[in-house]
């Protein structure tokens, strides 16, 4: 929790209630309140963390970590509090209202044709059998709904054409685009993009220089990808630049050294490029590129060597995530702020450590929340090491469900939509041609009745 929203135990219980889809009345019968109580609370909830809706106050309660996946609230319960006391007009309840009226006095007529079916069937002396046990609470349907959408959070998609690893990519207007990386043929240049919706991959412009061991940072129409490990094992200082309306590549100023395995990320219109493998060590240097000047400048140096890293953009800082000392897979997380480079002060902060070191994972972000999968550690567990969520504002590291399939070193990871896509990678098996979904984001369908 931020610590300048100052929360009573009870709001944050009502918080975390309302971000798993539960009406007023619901939270009124689950705390044993009133449900004018859980007005007011809601009310004070709203001013502190500045939600004007549910909606709003779920997804908050999902990056400050008080809720491990998000609910999707109805419509018709998304509206903002009405002021103490106000009674809404018959005119403007909803149909569903109307509904539950209605199945109340069906209700009413069901219980009274059993209770005179009782007294009749117990004066002719025949005993029923007991009924079926059942739950009239909506919180516990609520409950198995989401465990089944737990069991099926997974999903096979349309597998690359080939196996590959250590590719870019990136997302555009709903189509998921691949650059470069290695097969088992070696270290390609293709570029292959797949549109939502569609069953094959398109091939596309390849990229001019071939590379492996690359990431993509995507502005405005364009992207780049700097260095990159050719197919003579040894580190490239080439810059390229792909067009994704003209499906064109440019090439651009090249990095001031070769370098693969790097972390790459762009905020605020500008490239940042952490560390690497210069072909004999992992590097701790650190340039941005500016598109609009066309040059590529030294930036504050990474407090270790690192290459093989990861690094994503949240909210105007970057984090960079694990990594390599070229020895052994780091677990060291940091933020690096660029308006504080060049200040005097020190851009870096440490943030909590990974569960255990790794490098070469994926990592991504989806609805304020980072998500890593594979990578390499020291030692690496036959079914692949854990994907893991970080919530920014707790600063917490979360182990979750597993992949059917084992996800190794190299892979692709991008966030479209709700869902986060995992493709290729490698294993102590060999390179992978999978691809696979994890919907990190679901919606619970709710009856749309709120008092």
């Known amino acids: 929790m931020p610590s300048e929203v100052d929360l009573s135990d009870r709001e944050l219980e009502i918080l975390r209630l309302v971000a798993t889809g539960a009406s007023n009345k619901e939270i009124a019968l689950k705390l044993v309140i009133s449900p004018n109580t859980v007005k007011v609370h809601l009310r004070n909830v709203f001013a502190k963390i500045g939600a004007v809706s549910r909606t709003e106050a779920a997804l908050y309660a999902l990056r400050a970590g008080l809720v491990d996946h998000l609910v999707q609230i109805p419509a018709a319960a998304d509206t903002p509090l009405a002021p103490a006391g106000e009674v809404i007009p018959l005119a403007q309840a909803p149909i569903d209202r109307y509904r539950r009226y209605l199945i109340a006095l069906l209700a009413l007529l069901l219980v009274a044709v059993v209770v005179v079916g009782g007294l009749l069937l117990g004066r002719s002396g025949f005993t029923p059998p007991a009924p079926a046990a059942t739950s009239t609470s909506s919180a516990a349907t609520t409950t198995a709904d989401a465990a089944k959408l737990e069991q099926s959070r997974w999903q096979n998609e349309t597998a690359l054409p080939e196996a590959r690893r250590g590719m870019a990519s990136a997302v555009y207007e709903n189509s998921i685009y691949i650059f470069g990386g290695e097969t088992p043929g070696g270290v390609t240049g293709s570029t292959l993009r797949i549109q939502t919706g569609q069953s094959t991959w398109e091939k596309l412009a390849d990229k001019p220089t071939p590379v492996t061991d690359v990431q993509a940072a995507f502005i405005g129409e364009q992207v780049y990808i700097p260095g990159g490990r050719k197919a003579d094992g040894q580190p490239t200082n080439a810059f390229e630049a792909y067009d994704l309306r003209l499906n064109t590549w440019a090439t651009l100023p090249p990095l001031p050294a070769a370098l693969s395995g790097y972390a790459l990320a762009a905020t605020d219109g500008k490239l940042y490029l952490f560390g690497g493998w210069d072909g004999a060590q992992a590097v701790s240097t650190v340039y941005m590129f500016d598109p609009e000047g066309g040059t590529w400048q030294a930036r504050a140096d990474l407090p270790t060597q690192r290459a093989f890293a ?25 933020v690096y702020f660029p308006q504080r480079d060049g200040t005097g002060t020190s851009a870096y902060e440490d943030r909590a450590s990974l569960p255990e070191g790794r490098a070469d994972a994926g990592a991504a972000v989806i609805a304020d929340l980072i998500y890593v999968f594979g990578g390499k550690g020291d030692e690496q567990p036959g079914d692949g090491l854990p994907p893991l969520q970080y919530a920014p504002l707790s600063d917490h590291w979360t182990e979750f469900e597993r992949s059917p399939v084992a996800i190794g070193a190299g892979p692709a990871l991008v966030a479209l939509e709700t869902r986060l896509h995992v493709l290729g990678g490698s294993t102590p098996g060999g390179m992978a041609a999978s691809h696979q979904s994890y919907q990190a984001i679901y919606s619970i369908n709710l009856p749309a009745i709120r008092k």
């Open 310 to 334: 990861r690094a994503v953009a949240l909210e105007g800082r970057i984090y960079l995530i694990g990594g390599s000392n070229g020895s052994h897979a780091l677990a060291t997380v940091q």
